[in-house]
């Protein structure tokens, strides 16, 4: 079946929210009826005639990978209607997407799966998880605000500080979004408006860390306080933070966690192993341009090297082929010398093995465990030194 691929109209909208709903749940129509108007995002759609058969949504993201940041298409809102499933729809789809993302730079894509099978079959592979965890507000009782640190609640003034001590935390990890851009236009007021409370700690004024939080109608044993992000430069702002989220230990029995991921730092600080995981989302990246992702993530300025690989099994982007990555004072120079060769001699990776070892969220010899890496075994500690060091941290859902 032939379909026509194209980005959304604004007359489409209901039709496009509509099929969402199918999928997702989502009100059948947005809250400006009529408007597909999103900062960052391209929609693109599938048309069998006047029927809407499918949907997607590119955000225009930059991910932290080596502490820089990478051009990152977030793929969200992936639907297809029910009658036209297990047609082979979604490749189209990604093909036109894929082609609009890289027009633009991106050079990466990431996606929470509805099912992993069916995106690893387009070069996705599981990096990490984000994992949504409580804990008894009990746990909290004998932490107590260090000597020096003063927590209090945050301003519109307070904002830019906020937003500095998110990166300087993201920047250290591996996949956490940078919350700027064109799909994060800057509204301070509209950050403080978004939660019952953004608490601050800080030491001589200085700001080292910030807990976002929703009251929430519940209350009693059962009762939960939601909090978002739970950031600090240091262990005593954690522990103010903690301290401070410990006063409603009189009005709710629990403390949601809502943006937690992997090992957590704060479970460093915990005096009980009451942390509950309440789900755990996989999340996927793929490599849109092995050049573009290589030169543009940093690396431990350390390690000088150069090592020859090759990308095989590529089904939509192209990026198959024969790389030289040569490695100097934290940067790289990546080049495409052509294609494989049947006799080639070079650690060849899949797209979703490629994935795992950019991310440094599998060592080598896991990523040869799952049939993403063959060839030569000698470049595979070095593949783990110049990808590895971060633990991947996922903080936003999309």
Not at 247 to 252: D, K, L, P, Q
Not at 302 to 319: H, K, N, R
Request: glycine fraction near 12%.
């Amino acid at each position: 079946m032939d379909f026509e691929i194209r980005t959304v109209a604004e007359q489409e909208a209901e039709h496009f929210w509509r099929l969402g709903h199918e999928a997702f749940g989502f009100p059948t129509t947005p809250s400006d009826p009529g408007s597909l108007d999103r900062p960052g995002a391209i929609s693109v759609i599938a048309m069998d005639g006047d029927t809407m058969a499918g949907r997607m949504v590119d955000s225009d993201f930059d991910c932290w990978f080596g502490g820089r940041l990478v051009s990152t298409s977030g793929i969200g809102g992936v639907t297809v209607a029910m009658e036209y499933r297990g047609q082979g729809l979604l490749r189209p789809l990604f093909t036109e997407l894929f082609r609009i993302a890289k027009g633009r730079g991106a050079v990466l894509s990431a996606l929470y799966p509805s099912s992993a099978g069916i995106y690893r079959s387009l070069g996705y592979e599981v990096i990490g998880t984000a994992d949504p965890a409580r804990f008894p507000i009990s746990a909290l009782a004998r932490i107590s605000t260090p000597d020096g640190i003063r927590t209090r609640r945050a301003t519109i003034a307070d904002v830019p500080a906020i937003r500095e001590v998110y990166d300087v935390w993201a920047a250290a990890n591996n996949g956490p979004l940078s919350r700027r851009g064109a799909s994060f236009p800057p509204d301070d007021e509209n950050l403080i408006k978004s939660f019952t409370g953004i608490t601050i700690a800080e030491r001589d004024g200085v700001i080292i860390g910030y807990t976002s939080w929703n009251r929430g109608s519940s209350f009693g044993p059962e009762g939960t306080l939601n909090v978002f992000d739970l950031i600090a430069s240091e262990r005593d702002g954690y522990r103010a933070l903690l301290a401070a989220l410990g006063s409603y230990a009189s009005i709710v029995g629990w403390v949601k966690v809502q943006n937690a991921s992997g090992l957590d730092l704060v479970l460093e600080l915990f005096p009980t192993s009451e942390w509950q995981v309440l789900d755990s989302q996989p999340y996927m990246m793929k490599i849109l341009d092995v050049v573009g992702a290589l030169e543009t993530r940093g690396y431990p300025a350390v390690i000088s090297t150069t090592l020859e690989f090759g990308v095989s099994g590529d089904p939509i982007t192209g990026i198959d082929g024969h790389y030289r990555l040569e490695l100097a004072d934290g940067k790289a120079v990546c080049t495409r010398l052509g294609d494989l060769g049947p006799e080639t001699s070079v650690p060849v990776f899949t797209p979703n093995g490629l994935a795992l070892a950019y991310a440094g969220s599998q060592s080598s010899a896991g990523i040869r465990t799952v049939g993403g890496l063959s060839g030569p075994t000698d470049h595979d500690d070095t593949f783990g030194a110049i990808f590895g060091g971060r633990p991947v941290r996922i903080r936003d859902h999309y």
